[in-house]
Nanobody, 118 residues
């Protein structure tokens, strides 16, 4: 299974970006997808989660601004980033929990850089 994160880039404060994490390969089922971020000099922090139950959650720091959703047809989870702030600048990583023919796995995508600056 391969994970491909995309959609990062440069945005102005108040702007928007849409991140995507696509899982491809012999996936039987997706159990969960999470987004994390790591700002320069800081520890990685959890941002948002999607669960196969349909449950979605976001960290308080992004609630009301970021939205997580899943495109079930393509095993892709999107993270819509609105009302961006300079403190949202970070590398964003997706984490996926899934079943394939060999069992249950948990993998990280390669990360996509989000820079918020005027």
């Amino acid at each position: 299974v391969q994970l491909q994160a995309s959609g990062g880039g440069l945005a102005q404060p108040g702007g928007s970006l849409r991140l995507s994490c696509a899982a491809s390969g012999r996936i039987f089922s997706l159990n969960a997808m999470d987004w994390y971020r790591q700002a320069p000099g800081k520890q990685r922090e959890w941002v948002a989660s999607w669960r196969s139950s349909g449950s979605i959650n976001c960290a308080d720091s992004v609630k009301g601004r970021f939205t997580i959703s899943r495109d079930s047809a393509q095993n892709t989870v999107h993270l819509q980033l609105n009302s961006l702030k300079p403190e949202d600048t970070a590398i964003y990583f997706c984490n996926v929990d899934y079943f394939d023919p060999d069992g249950r796995h948990n993998d990280w995508g390669q990360g996509t850089l989000v820079t918020v600056s005027s």
